[in-house]
């Protein structure tokens, strides 16, 4: 891949701003910064993950780094007792609600929803792409769609989920978006 | 780059993922009060440095976020094997047939 330098749309001085995307004609990858979203980290004991599905409706994913996807939300199973939420912003009250009636065990339910900032990174070239500063092999045979991670790209942690064969979504924590945006961006131009 | 396997996420993972955390294999006194001054500061600070075989924990910090342990040689560098913790510590024997 190649690119113009002068036609990239990511100006760092302007931060990260809402709704801009780098789209290189003629080449394969697209980076678009995603609306507003609601987002939750569950913490719940493995033993009760079951009854805590009954009680709220909600279908946890229960197998590591894979997710659970609806029309309401995204769940992501980052670690045995540990899930991301992500859903519209007029969900996350509704989503709320429905944990409250998980009331038989302790679970830590924290609003996370401004935490992050999320890209999607779209195009034949989107797996090269994130590979500038994600070493794992995003082979469709290692790194399936629906497939989720957290990992690290460059110094940054970020949450990595394979939404389609050629669309990944990250979350990132808001502050390191430029610098992420930064290395995407020299990372593109060098391709 | 170094490819550590995680026992919670049953993958192997780029080394930048993980971060050391020490000695594995190490229980906490059950009555630290009964204790001298002498045997806690050895709980504490004294810790084994083979050459060879070293049982160690590990945190799949940028991953699962768990702990868990390995063998690795500290000549070699080479992580003979990983398990979970609260699992025993693997025989002379397991290891012996995983380093080859
Ligand atoms: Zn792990």
Redo the contacts with the bound molecule.
């Keep these: 891949m190649s690119s113009d330098a002068t036609n990239s749309t990511l100006e760092m001085d302007q931060g990260v701003t809402m709704g801009q995307s780098l789209d290189h004609p003629g080449q394969s990858f697209t980076v678009e910064l995603m609306g507003e979203k609601s987002r939750f980290s569950l913490r719940l004991r493995e033993s009760n993950v079951a009854a805590f599905a009954k009680a709220t409706g909600l279908a946890l994913p229960t197998k590591?780094n894979t997710v659970y996807r609806d029309d309401d939300a995204l769940i992501m199973c980052l670690?045995p007792d540990e899930w991301l939420i992500i859903a519209a912003p007029e969900v996350g009250a509704t989503l709320q609600e429905k944990c409250k009636r998980h009331t038989a065990s302790p679970f830590s339910l924290v609003d996370v929803s401004h935490r992050n900032v999320a890209f999607h990174i779209g195009g034949e070239g989107a797996a090269q792409l994130i590979n500038v500063g994600c070493p794992l092999d995003l082979d469709l045979a290692t790194f399936p769609v629906g497939k989720c991670t957290r990992t690290i790209f460059e110094r940054a942690e970020i949450v990595l989920f394979r939404e389609t064969e050629t669309i990944f979504h990250i979350e990132i924590w808001r502050s390191f978006a430029p610098y992420f945006l930064s290395v995407l961006s020299n990372g593109g131009q060098a391709q | 780059m170094m490819m550590i396997e995680?026992?919670?996420?049953?993958?192997k993972?780029p080394e930048l993922?993980f971060r050391y955390a020490g000695e594995a294999h190490i229980a906490r006194p059950e009555n630290p009060s009964a204790l001298s001054d002498d045997e806690w500061a050895k709980y504490l600070f004294i810790r084994n440095n083979p050459r060879g075989t070293h049982f160690e924990r590990w945190v799949?910090a940028h991953?699962?976020?768990?702990f868990?342990n390995a063998v690795r040689d500290t000549v070699s560098d080479k992580f003979v094997m990983t398990y979970k913790c609260g699992e025993q510590r693997p025989s002379p024997e397991t290891i012996a047939e995983r380093s080859s």
């Design positions: 590591i670690a | 995680c026992p919670i996420c049953n993958e993972r993922e799949h991953g699962c976020a768990k868990f």
